[in-house]
């Protein structure tokens, strides 16, 4: 797949679950996958865990799953200090959860990352 430009967490989801090559991120979104892929490993490992939790509580609970919910989620704390703060973990659970599970934040790793000159984030498969 060639390029696909995306604006919020479902589109970005979609993307890397579809392996499209370069995925253009427009808004918030772009910052927030910066973050996530600055993350060490051994970080990773407990934001994933963290983040998987939430992403299980969410799903397993009717309702808007808007940014309330989120942060209710029992492991919303430790997501936002092990990915450097609420709104990254918010985001990262976000996009998660339009996946249907953390799956999508794992393969972000598959990709390198570029800030654009016009504030967008470029995403290139490896």
Same mark, same amino acid.
């Given at each position: 797949? #060639? +390029? %696909?430009?995306?604006?919020?967490?479902?589109? $970005?989801? !979609?993307?890397?679950?579809?392996?499209?090559? !370069?995925?253009?991120? !427009?808004?918030?979104?772009?910052?927030? *996958?910066? %973050? *996530? %892929?600055?993350? =060490?490993?051994?970080?990773?490992?407990?934001?994933?865990?963290?983040?998987?939790?939430?992403?299980?509580? @969410? @799903?397993? /609970?009717?309702?808007?799953? =808007? /940014?309330?919910?989120?942060?209710?989620?029992?492991?919303?704390? $430790?997501?936002? #200090? /092990? @990915?450097? &703060? &609420?709104?990254?973990?918010? =985001? #990262?659970?976000?996009? #998660?959860?339009?996946?249907? &599970?953390? &799956?999508?934040?794992?393969? $972000?790793?598959?990709? !390198?990352?570029?800030?654009?000159?016009?504030?967008?984030?470029? @995403? %290139?498969? +490896?």
């Amino acid at each position: 797949m #060639a +390029r %696909k430009v995306v604006n919020n967490a479902a589109g $970005l989801a !979609e993307a890397v679950k579809d392996g499209v090559d !370069e995925i253009v991120i !427009e808004g918030k979104y772009g910052d927030i *996958v910066i %973050k *996530v %892929k600055a993350t =060490g490993s051994v970080a990773w490992g407990v934001a994933i865990a963290a983040i998987g939790i939430a992403v299980g509580a @969410l @799903l397993a /609970t009717p309702g808007t799953a =808007g /940014t309330s919910a989120i942060m209710a989620a029992p492991s919303f704390g $430790l997501a936002a #200090a /092990t @990915l450097g &703060g &609420g709104g990254v973990a918010v =985001g #990262a659970i976000s996009i #998660a959860v339009a996946a249907g &599970g953390v &799956g999508v934040l794992t393969r $972000l790793r598959d990709y !390198e990352v570029q800030k654009l000159a016009d504030g967008k984030v470029l @995403l %290139k498969k +490896r």
